[in-house]
């Protein structure tokens, strides 16, 4: 199986739905789905009025060395994001 890109956009290929994000609460969350949903123009066009983006948690086929959070090996951007987020607990 191909690497899977976790910060994808409708249009990449091989687009997927892993999640729907819930915006009823203080924060948004989102809610994972069973079963990847492929990001069809239908599916994607249920987001309206919003981007769908905003709605759904995409992932793609990992673009690998047109990507710049690939280092040649492995995606870094989630390592990117922790390193800007503050601590969870104190060590």
Do not use: W
């Amino acid at each position: 199986m191909s690497k899977l890109c976790p910060s994808a956009q409708p249009g990449m290929d091989r687009a997927m739905v892993l999640g729907v994000v819930r915006q009823d609460g203080p924060s948004p969350v989102v809610q994972y789905l069973n079963e990847r949903l492929p990001a069809t123009p239908e599916v994607l066009a249920l987001s309206a009025p919003l981007k769908p983006t905003e709605i759904f948690r995409l992932a793609a086929t990992c673009a690998e060395h047109k990507c710049p959070h690939f280092d040649g090996a492995d995606c870094q951007l989630a390592t990117r994001v922790v390193k800007m987020l503050p601590a969870a607990v104190d060590s």
